[in-house]
């Protein structure tokens, strides 16, 4: 099992950016064994994808939406993850939440409490 806690949200004015951190803590496993998702729920709306990274960050995904103004990143020796979100728009407002799939598994299994990101003037 991993234990996943977000951190970094708050308010920001649209063309604005921020980085969201994911920090782990394993019990069993080494967080280089699961792959990370950042995910997303808007008020009224279903939770949607957003970025993902493998094990090694060889290979990463994105949701159209965020293409070239999300990067999504790892740092093993942190046990972090990391969102890093630019040219913010007011649509990209949500609670962003980290999860953590064991690579291999079909679904995310572990998932953080979420961070809010506002994005307002």
């Known amino acids: 099992q991993v234990r996943l806690v977000e951190s970094g949200g708050g308010l920001v004015q649209p063309g604005g950016s921020l980085r969201l951190s994911c920090t782990a803590s394993t019990s069993g496993r080494g967080f280089n064994h699961y792959v990370v998702g950042w995910f997303r729920q808007a008020p009224g709306k279903e939770r949607e994808f957003v970025a993902a990274?493998?094990?090694?960050?060889?290979?990463?995904s994105y949701a159209d939406s965020v293409k070239g103004r999300f990067t999504i990143s790892r740092d093993n020796n942190a046990n972090t993850a990391y969102l890093q979100m630019s040219d913010l728009k007011s649509e990209d407002t949500a609670v962003y939440y980290c999860?953590?799939?064991?690579?291999?598994?079909?679904?995310?299994?572990?998932w953080g409490q979420g961070t809010q990101v506002t994005v307002s003037s």
């Open positions: 999860a953590g799939r064991i690579s291999g598994a079909q679904d995310y299994g572990s």
């Open positions: 990274i493998t094990q090694y960050g060889r290979n990463r």
